[in-house]
């Protein structure tokens, strides 16, 4: 005798869940890198002597 499943639409989104996920992590990182390509690096340390002059 077959029974009946709760959950019947489990499985049919799961590749638009999968392609979400991916696509989601993809503008992530492309964000994050295209932040860190404009920024100015930092400056480099000062040698003590030249901040006593």
Known sequence: ???KSQ???SGK???WFAVF???AITIVSLL???RDIH???RP???PA???KE
């Open 44 to 46: 480099e340390p000062v």
């Open 32 to 34: 994050a890198q295209a």
């Open 13 to 15: 989104n799961d590749v």
């Open 49 to 51: 002597s030249q901040i």
């Open 39 to 41: 920024a100015p690096g």
């Open 7 to 9: 959950f019947k639409a």
């Open 1 to 3: 005798m077959p029974r």
């Open 21 to 23: 996920f991916i696509a």
